[in-house]
T-cell receptor, first 115, second 111 residues
């Protein structure tokens, strides 16, 4: 089955720790995205990547970092500099070849809680 | 500034009671408008993409329409399994594919 997987489903972080959230897709999509979802708010873009070895900051990139070494993988690191990291994190991907739609497809999400 | 506003925030319907959800937007150069369904604790599930005013798309009990300022998601004779949060998003011209999301409408359908 083609799709997007995220792991872990639940993650607990202590103050001062860095944690890495995994996102893998087998849809052969070029573009990948990370969003954060808080109660009562819309999804907010953290980082995105349109091609391997390249990525751009979204609207709320402070305290986060990413890498894109493989087309299939786009891990997100939540650093200790992120002051309020408790949230639901969503990864998405999109085909970006000529003629493709802009539709993004989402993974199941990771819920991060700071203890 | 690009903005997406959804209304109402929450909607309660009786099974079979049809209604509409609204998504109004302001964006420079609309490229596409997207509707997603999200169940609690899960990732959004894609429903529709609309590209131009006047366009309509249907799937089972759902029908999405688009004007130059807003989109409606019409739900005909809803069932309890239609209960979810419905998200609206827009993309603007350019090929980054970045989406701007509204806050969502939480729909509860009672049997």
């Amino acid at each position: 089955d083609g799709g997007i997987t995220q792991s872990p489903k639940y993650l607990f972080r202590k103050e001062g720790q860095n944690v890495t959230l995994s996102c893998e897709q087998n849809l052969n999509h070029d573009a990948m995205y990370w969003y954060r979802q808080d109660p009562g708010q819309g999804l907010r873009l953290i980082y995105y990547s349109q091609i391997v070895n390249d990525f751009q900051k979204g609207d709320i990139a402070e305290g986060y970092s990413v890498s894109r070494e493989k087309k299939e993988s786009f891990p997100l690191t939540v650093t200790s500099a992120q002051k309020n990291p408790t949230a639901f994190y969503l990864c998405a991907s999109r085909a970006s070849d000529r003629g493709s739609t802009d539709t993004q497809y989402f993974g199941p999400g990771t819920r991060l809680t700071v203890l | 500034e690009d903005q997406v506003t959804q209304s109402p925030e929450a909607l309660r319907l009786q099974e079979g009671e049809s209604s509409s959800l609204n998504c109004s937007y302001t964006v420079s150069g609309l490229r596409g408008l997207f509707w997603y369904r999200q169940d609690p604790g899960k990732g959004p599930e894609f429903l529709f993409t609309l590209y131009s005013a006047g366009e309509e798309k249907e799937k089972e009990r759902l029908k999405a329409t688009l004007t130059k300022k807003e989109s409606f998601l019409h739900i005909t004779a809803p069932k309890p399994e239609d209960s979810a949060t419905y998200l609206c998003a827009v993309s603007r011209s350019g090929n980054t594919g970045k989406l701007i999301f509204g806050q969502g409408t939480t729909l509860q359908v009672k049997p």
